[in-house]
T-cell receptor, first 110, second 117 residues
Framework: QKEVEQDPGPLSVPEGAIVSLNCTYSNSAFQYFMWYRQYSRKGPELLMYTYSSGNKEDGRFTAQVDKSSKYISLFIRDSQPSDSATYLCAIGPGAQKLVFGQGTRLTINP | ETGVTQTPRHLVMGMTNKKSLKCEQHLGHNAMYWYKQSAKKPLELMFVYSLEERVENNSVPSRFSPECPNSSHLFLHLHTLQPEDSALYLC????????????????FGPGTRLLVL
């Protein structure tokens, strides 16, 4: 079993839709939960992070952590074509020991 | 220059060549990382340097040799690579914190796309 599992997609939705991206993980000791966005030909950039548990909201983005199910989610409201990118979850016991998911390629169609 | 820069952005090399990738961070961070990103595979952590000391080496083949001369610079020396080493090589940096609730965000550079022929 992989430490972090993420559906690679691709996922294609119309502009304005709510997008749900998910990852599962196997190690209950993991406490750092992050979402990165990677545009084509660029390095990943941090979108959201959560330490330990709970939800976090930042504008149109909401990150959720369910430690009992070992499941994390990123929701994007009112999706825009500029949100088209690959979204990577990164989970680990420490910020220097992140395990990345494969990434989900998302396309928002105008 | 701001953030994390990497040079070259693209590199084509033969299996007998020796080349080096360079990373520089302008963020005042004390930890630096090398990752490998291959198509349809997750980012793979290769090396971690904290305070210029190597703290993590994830069983990377010896044909990859890192060097961290100071906290702002990181190199990856390449020699006798294989075609399967073709990938995007990403450098990242972070500020290590001993306050456990602080998140030491990793900032990534744009990567060097390497093709081994």
């Amino acid at each position: 079993q992989k430490e972090v599992e993420q559906d690679p997609g691709p996922l294609s939705v119309p502009e304005g839709a709510i997008v749900s991206l998910n990852c599962t993980y196997s190690n209950s000791a993991f406490q750092y939960f992050m979402w990165y966005r990677q545009y084509s030909r660029k390095g990943p950039e941090l979108l959201m992070y959560t330490y330990s548990s709970g939800n976090k909201e930042d504008g149109r983005f909401t990150a959720q952590v369910d430690k009992s199910s070992k499941y994390i989610s990123l929701f994007i409201r009112d999706s825009q074509p500029s949100d088209s990118a690959t979204y990577l979850c990164a989970i680990g016991p420490g910020a220097q020991k992140l395990v990345f998911g494969q990434g989900t390629r998302l396309t928002i169609n105008p | 220059e701001t953030g994390v820069t990497q040079t070259p952005r693209h590199l084509v090399m033969g299996m007998t060549n020796k080349k080096s990738l360079k990373c520089e961070q302008h963020l005042g961070h004390n930890a630096m990382y090398w990752y490998k990103q291959s198509a349809k595979k997750p980012l793979e952590l290769m090396f971690v340097y904290s305070l210029e000391e190597r703290v993590e080496n994830n069983s990377v083949p010896s044909r990859f040799s890192p060097e961290c001369p100071n906290s702002s610079h990181l190199f990856l020396h390449l020699h006798t690579l294989q075609p399967e080493d073709s990938a995007l090589y990403l450098c990242a940096s972070s500020q290590e914190s001993w306050a456990h609730r602080e998140v030491e965000t990793q900032y990534f550079g744009p990567g060097t796309r390497l093709l081994v022929l």
